[in-house]
């Protein structure tokens, strides 16, 4: 039974070359994507290579001037440090300033353009009825003819294809006329013009004192004048639609048709909004070729309203058999129904791409920003400062490595050779990683990540330590040395796993638990752990059983840090390993 063990040992031993050819592939394969990415150096952040500074101020909401406090500026700050750090590791900074305002810095090298639109879209979802709607300029409120095509679904399409197509300027529907239409906007704002969950409070809103202080009446028909005037065309009054109005009020909206024009709504009370979403991800859908859409779950109690709202809906005539999505006060889809969706699912489509999908997933997923805010600044900011502390830093992190090479010579003599190749090799996938990172997740390097390297110096060399030292215990046992490094190995082995996982675990704690630069800390501290494990066993010991096979290794040369004599080993020496006790033939 000893016998296959001891052969299994001998090849394991035989074939160290196996594991150095992995390792040196693995770093040709790294440099190599490094190169042909075209990312040589890793990205930095905004302490070490500046970048845009831009300053959001909060608006308030007409009538709700004590929702600027500071319970919702924070849960802005961490949904917008969310947004554009994605993995948490971009460093962008989000700080407030102030009681009203919220300064974002962005490292150069991030697409800002991008980041800006992350960080200022509120991201506030609503579904709501459509009461009328036509292309922009056109008189009265015609409404489109019915979907020619389009079957029932779980999830309502809205797809650029499926959306209804706008009948021709001051044209009306099919089914009826120009006045019995009007009659008809006139009575779908009355019964949406006062907040209300249940029919009969609807029923009853006429004749009572709306939000503006007249009555429900007077506010249908003023919103009908504005409508009569809205011109989607412009940008200056398409921006100004909606502001101040609350979801539980009717509303007007603009949004693009299928054919590419600007379409102008008038829309219910919100039924359903973004906090009933679960969860939104960017999906490209081929099966039915609305390209990207953006899936949504929603919660129960968002399920269970979008069914109710879809079911009295698919009882109207067109278009109020119609609900609008509406994100940020532009109708992203308008979709028909036809039945109660009871899925508890939706799908957002139209002219998305897949960049402006997954942003918009994005936003969704992370959740709205509780407040509106303004662009009010964007500066340039400069790295003298962040370059002055990398280069003292470069500096520490230099002297301590040499302080570590030399006690390694001191010590450790010939074997500091293994140490110090280990080293560099660490420090060839380290660099060659975070470089590849930049693009991959947006990996910055600053400052705290830069101490995070240095520290990862010291776990490294402690590695090797443990595992020399252990060699050096079994000599002192009398062994020989190629025999001392296997029977080292799975004790340094063990020991070197659990101080890994140890550090590695505090990394993930870390980074978990914090936010901003200390993050970057944490990452370069968890990724150099990782990192140190795979050098250690790929590397370093392979590397350490072929220099046993080498005379001045072997041999125990004074200047090897392996002479039995200099390490207290008493003759006479084991040039093999104790013979086994022996084994009765026909038990074996």
Known sequence: MATPKKGRSASAQS?????????????????????????????????????????????????NEAAINKTNMDTAVSIMERRVNGLGVS??????????????????????????????????????????????GGAGAASPSPSPTGSPSDKPSGKATDKPEATDKGSASPSASPTTQGRA?????????????????????????????????????????????????NAKTRSAVGDGVKASQPTLACGKNSQ????????GPAEV????????????????????????????????????????????????????????????????????????????????????????ANMLSYGALPLTFREDSVSTVTAALGGDQLKAGLIAGAIGLALVVIYLLLYYRGLAFIAILSLLVSAALTYTI???????????????????????????????????????????????LRPAVERAWPRARRTILVSDFVSFLAAAVLFIVTVGKVQGFAFTLGLTTLLDVVVVFLFTKPLLTLMARRPFFANGHKWSGLDPKSLGAKPPLRRTRRPAAPVDTKEA
């Not at 394969?29 to 302490?47: C, N, Q, V």
């Not at 006060?329 to 139209?350: H, K």
């Open 91 to 136: 460093e962008a900074e989000v700080q407030t300033q102030g009681r009203d305002n919220i300064i974002v810095n962005i490292p150069k090298g991030t697409n800002s353009e991008q980041a800006r639109k992350q960080v200022g879209t509120t991201a506030k979802l609503y579904f709501r009825p459509v009461i009328a709607t036509e292309v922009s």
């Open 273 to 360: 909004d973004g906090t009933d979403v679960d969860k939104a991800q960017a999906v490209l859908n081929t099966q039915t070729g609305a390209g990207w859409t953006v899936t949504m779950d929603f919660t129960d109690g968002g399920g269970k309203k979008f069914a109710d709202i879809t079911g009295k809906l698919a009882k109207n005539q067109s278009p109020q058999n119609q609900f609008a999505i509406v994100l940020d006060g532009d109708v992203v889809s308008d979709p028909y129904v036809r039945q109660a969706l009871t899925g508890g699912n939706a799908e957002i489509s139209g002219n998305f791409n897949q960049q402006s999908a997954q942003d918009l």
């Open 185 to 233: 906007v006139t009575d779908a704002l009355k019964a949406d013009a006062t907040p209300s969950a249940s029919a009969s409070d609807k029923a009853k809103a006429s004749p009572s004192p709306s939000a503006s202080g007249g009555t429900a009446a007077d506010d249908a028909s003023k919103l009908q004048e504005q409508y009569a005037k809205l011109d989607c065309t």
């Open 434 to 480: 975070m470089a590849l990172l930049g693009p991959t997740i947006n990996f910055a390097l600053n400052l705290p990540a830069v101490c995070g390297a240095i520290v990862a110096i010291g776990i490294t060399a402690d590695s090797f330590i443990v595992y020399f030292e252990r060699v050096r215990d079994e000599i002192r046992e009398g062994r020989s």
């Open 260 to 267: 590419g024009q600007w379409q102008k709504y008038i829309l």
């Open 15 to 63: 074939k160290p070359g196996r594991s150095l050819a992995l390792i040196l592939i693995a770093i040709a394969a790294l440099t190599g994507g490094m190169f042909a990415s075209g990312h040589t150096k890793p990205r930095l952040g905004i302490d070490l290579a500046g970048g845009t500074s831009i300053t959001l101020e909060a608006v308030p909401e007409a009538g």
